[in-house]
C-alpha cells in the first residue's frame, strides 16, 4: 500500500486552509506552502510541505474537479437520453461517478502482481466487492430511471385530471382553459 501523501497527513484544518489558498487564483502554489509551512510551525507540529507535494495535491484536486465535471456531463446526457426530472439528475450524476471509479479500480486491479497468494487474495476480495459495487449501482440507476417515469406519469395523472375537470362542466374547452390549466399545474 503506498504511503500516504504529506498534504493527507496534514491536520484538518490546515489542509482545509491549503484546499482553500489552492483554490483561489490570487495564491500561488509557492504562496499556499509558504502559508501552510507557517501555520505547521504555529501549530508545533513537526512536519513541513514541499512545492512539490503541494503540486501534485493541487494537479490531483484539477483531475478530481475534471472527473466531477465530467461526471456532471454524463449526468446530463442520461437525463436528456431517458428524459428523467431534474430530481434525478443528482442521483444519475453520482451513479455515473461512482461507475467511473468502479472502472477505474477495475483497470488498476489489473496490473496486481496475482502470483504472490497474498496479493491474489487480496485481488479477489477486490473484484467480490467490485462485482457486488456495481450490481448496487445498475440497482441504484434502475431506480433512478422508475422514479423519474413515475413522477412524469403523476404529472400527467394530476394534468388529466383537472382537464376532465375543467371539460367535465358541459362547456367546450378553449385554448386559453387547457393555457390555464398548463399554467397552474406547471407554473409556468
Same mark, same amino acid.
Given at each position: 500500500? *503506498?504511503?500516504?501523501?504529506?498534504?493527507?497527513?496534514? *491536520?484538518?484544518?490546515?489542509?482545509?486552509?491549503?484546499?482553500?489558498?489552492?483554490?483561489?487564483?490570487?495564491?500561488?502554489?509557492?504562496?499556499? =506552502?509558504? &502559508?501552510?509551512?507557517?501555520?505547521?510551525?504555529? /501549530? #508545533?507540529?513537526?512536519? &513541513?510541505?514541499?512545492?512539490?507535494?503541494?503540486?501534485?495535491?493541487?494537479?490531483?484536486?484539477? %483531475?478530481?474537479?475534471?472527473?466531477?465535471?465530467?461526471? &456532471? %456531463?454524463?449526468?446530463?446526457?442520461?437525463?436528456?437520453?431517458? #428524459?428523467? %426530472?431534474?430530481?434525478?439528475? +443528482?442521483?444519475?450524476?453520482?451513479?455515473?461517478?461512482?461507475?467511473?471509479?468502479?472502472?477505474?479500480?477495475?483497470?488498476?486491479?489489473?496490473?496486481?502482481?496475482?502470483?504472490? *497468494?497474498?496479493?491474489?487474495?487480496? +485481488?479477489?476480495?477486490?473484484?467480490?466487492?467490485?462485482?457486488? =459495487?456495481?450490481?448496487?449501482?445498475?440497482?441504484?440507476?434502475?431506480?433512478?430511471?422508475?422514479?423519474? /417515469? %413515475?413522477?412524469?406519469?403523476? /404529472?400527467?395523472?394530476?394534468?388529466?385530471?383537472?382537464?376532465?375537470?375543467?371539460?367535465? =362542466?358541459?362547456?367546450?374547452?378553449?385554448?386559453?382553459?387547457?393555457?390555464?390549466?398548463?399554467?397552474?399545474?406547471? #407554473?409556468?
Amino acid at each position: 500500500m *503506498p504511503k500516504p501523501s504529506t498534504i493527507e497527513l496534514l *491536520p484538518p484544518e490546515i489542509k482545509a486552509e491549503l484546499i482553500q489558498w489552492l483554490n483561489d487564483p490570487r495564491i500561488t502554489q509557492q504562496e499556499a =506552502t509558504e &502559508r501552510a509551512n507557517s501555520l505547521l510551525a504555529i /501549530a #508545533g507540529a513537526p512536519e &513541513r510541505v514541499t512545492k512539490s507535494s503541494v503540486n501534485r495535491y493541487a494537479v490531483q484536486m484539477k %483531475e478530481v474537479g475534471a472527473r466531477m465535471r465530467q461526471s &456532471r %456531463e454524463i449526468a446530463k446526457m442520461y437525463v436528456e437520453q431517458f #428524459g428523467a %426530472e431534474p430530481q434525478g439528475e +443528482t442521483g444519475m450524476m453520482i451513479n455515473g461517478g461512482l461507475m467511473q471509479v468502479a472502472f477505474e479500480l477495475m483497470m488498476k486491479v489489473q496490473d496486481e502482481d496475482i502470483d504472490d *497468494p497474498e496479493v491474489c487474495s487480496a +485481488t479477489v476480495d477486490k473484484l467480490n466487492r467490485l462485482a457486488l =459495487t456495481m450490481q448496487r449501482l445498475e440497482q441504484s440507476a434502475s431506480i433512478n430511471v422508475k422514479r423519474a /417515469a %413515475e413522477i412524469k406519469k403523476q /404529472a400527467l395523472d394530476d394534468l388529466s385530471a383537472k382537464v376532465d375537470q375543467a371539460s367535465g =362542466t358541459g362547456a367546450a374547452m378553449t385554448a386559453d382553459d387547457f393555457k390555464r390549466i398548463i399554467r397552474e399545474s406547471y #407554473g409556468v
